[in-house]
């Protein structure tokens, strides 16, 4: 049999892969150019910007141009010593208004339009950890699934191999009819084992590039400093950092902001008001008109059969549903970042408890293979102790994935990921 197949298949578990290799940042640079999710959160940050720039806007002064220009008959029946004549009505009118109070509803449509702003961004910041974290688990579950599969390939071989030595032994009586048969039996599993693991790694293959928009190209391994803060200052970093809360803390804001526009419904509104307007042969023939206004114009709405009042009682609904919906964030955020923080910590364990395993297991199959070759073990217990020894590989190649996805996820949570936020 091949000596130390499996060996050499793990092996790609801790070194980089020949060829032009692409990294875990450069993985999800590409998904960050590609990502529908991503584009989406952008465009609708741009949105958030333009309605801000419209709140602003509406406290500025606005100028119009209006103007008519008819063609008729005005028959004045003899009033004023007019006959039928035929005219042509026209004006010009500009004008400008400027508000001076609106019982702070121009203020709170800013305020509004910035917490979103605010929200819009923090949730595209958001949206791009979520997506940091799914690219590292696919690129770890390309890497495992590759390996596996490769892992499985060389069991297989190994298990034909051990077939054909089998089938000489049992023809040449040196073993019974029971011994071969099994070994045909894990040859037979062997190769199902195979095309299980080429299923998996197309699975795989297929679900980094519906992030990355590209095929993994010869991934290398993601590091790993082994750095790990204290819980208290993650959690410390987390709540001043966190998309989430602060997207949160955003629609408190919006909401208040939503409660001064709904009291200002009840209060008057002023504004100042200029009009200059031409008008030449409106109401008989040679009419002549040219005015200059300056002003003060105003509203107020005494009665409005209860609606400022359940506008002012559903905005104050919205302030303590968004206050809850914050505080739900928070604590949202906590049992993350402990849950984020000590799942690191314990894949790492687990991921070295794994490749002690992996390394025993193939010691176990290098001192059964001598045993076998002097006649001192069957070749059964050697055939099992490599189906041990790739187990052992899959435990490893998933131990190891959980690290890269754990550490993203924490990394993402307080804000210490390598890549850039957009």
Do not use: C, H
């Amino acid at each position: 049999m091949r000596r130390a197949a499996l060996i050499a298949a793990v092996a790609l578990l801790a070194s980089p892969s020949l060829g032009q290799a692409t990294t875990l940042e450069e993985a999800i640079a590409a998904a960050r150019a590609y990502n529908p999710q991503i584009r989406a959160a952008k465009a609708r940050a741009e949105a958030a910007d333009a309605r801000l720039d419209a709140a602003k806007g509406a406290r500025l002064p606005s100028v119009g141009l209006a103007g008519e220009y008819l063609s008729g008959r005005n028959d004045l029946g003899g009033f004023f010593g007019f006959a039928a004549a035929n005219v042509d009505p026209r004006s010009a009118r500009l004008e400008l208004s400027q508000p001076l109070y609106a019982g702070g509803a121009l203020s709170a449509g800013v305020d509004q339009a910035r917490a979103g702003q605010a929200g819009a961004q923090a949730r595209l910041i958001q949206a791009d950890d979520e997506l940091q974290v799914a690219v590292a688990r696919a690129y770890a579950g390309v890497r495992a699934a590759q390996t596996f599969f490769e892992a499985s390939q060389a069991q297989a071989k190994a298990f034909e191999e051990g077939a054909r030595q089998a089938t000489l032994r049992f023809n040449a009586g040196e073993i019974p009819r029971s011994d071969l048969d099994l070994t045909l039996a894990r040859k037979a599993e062997a190769r199902a084992g195979v095309a299980k693991a080429q299923g998996a790694l197309a699975v795989a293959r297929a679900q980094y590039a519906a992030l990355v928009g590209a095929e993994p190209v010869a991934l290398e391994p993601a590091p790993d400093d082994g750095a790990l803060p204290s819980l208290d200052e993650a959690l410390t970093r987390a709540e001043t950092v966190s998309p989430a809360l602060k997207a949160a803390e955003a629609g408190v804001r919006a909401a208040r902001a939503a409660a001064s526009a709904a009291a200002a419904q009840g209060l008057p509104s002023v504004s100042l008001a200029a009009r200059a307007e031409q008008v030449r042969d409106q109401f008989f023939p040679g009419y002549r008109s040219d005015a200059v206004t300056v002003g003060l114009q105003g509203r107020w709405t005494l009665f409005s059969g209860g609606r400022v009042q359940a506008a002012k009682s559903e905005a104050a609904a919205g302030v303590r549903a968004a206050e809850a919906e914050r505080d739900a964030s928070r604590a949202a955020l906590k049992t993350a970042v402990i849950g984020a923080w000590s799942d690191l910590q314990a894949s790492r364990l687990a991921a070295t408890a794994a490749r002690e395993q992996v390394q025993a297991a193939n010691s176990a199959v290098e001192s059964l293979r001598q045993e076998v070759r002097v006649g001192q073990r069957p070749m059964l217990d050697l055939l099992d102790a490599q189906r041990d020894q790739l187990a052992a590989v899959a435990r490893a190649l998933a131990a190891e994935g959980d690290v890269t996805a754990s550490a993203r996820q924490l990394a993402v949570l307080t804000s210490t990921a390598p890549a850039s936020r957009p």
